[in-house]
């Protein structure tokens, strides 16, 4: 692998990183209903650029990762218009929240990926990643952030007075 390219993998990885964790913060934020406006930033546009960045990758023909990459446009590009467009008014409140936990989700789903490649431990569970340690540890995830977002969307609810109309235009 070139230098150019394992820079360009680190900058990468620690993009990842940094909506993981912005995104927790801000899906607790949803959770306790505070909107957590500055976490929020952070994570969409992190989120974005790891999405964006891992279209760079040199991969050849289609591939999980460019697969999931374009799903993963769809609830980033609602979340943003919902939570900066929209301004989270009405029934694009829930759309932001729901969209934020997916795109969250999607993030820690290459987590664990990638966790299971690289790290030895877990790569010797599952090198196939079709392993029962990988499925199960794929399925708490997953069942972990469905739970965490569907409570999110029954809490969280706009402040009145920080509520503004939608922007027109």
Partial sequence: MSTGLVVFTAVHTAISLVAIAAGL???AGLIQSRRRDGWTGVFLAAAWATTVT???FPFHGRTPALILGVISLVP?????LARYRHRLAGGWRWIYVVCAGLALYFNCFVLVVQAFQKVPALHALAPTETESPFKVTQLTVLIVFVALTVVATRNFRVEPE??????KG
Avoid: I, T
Wanted: net charge neutral; hydrophobic share 75%; charged share 0%.
């Fill in 25 to 27: 913060v801000v899906l």
């Fill in 54 to 56: 891992g279209f760079l």
């Fill in 76 to 80: 980033l590009a609602l979340a943003s």
């Fill in 162 to 167: 920080l509520a503004l109309p939608p922007l």
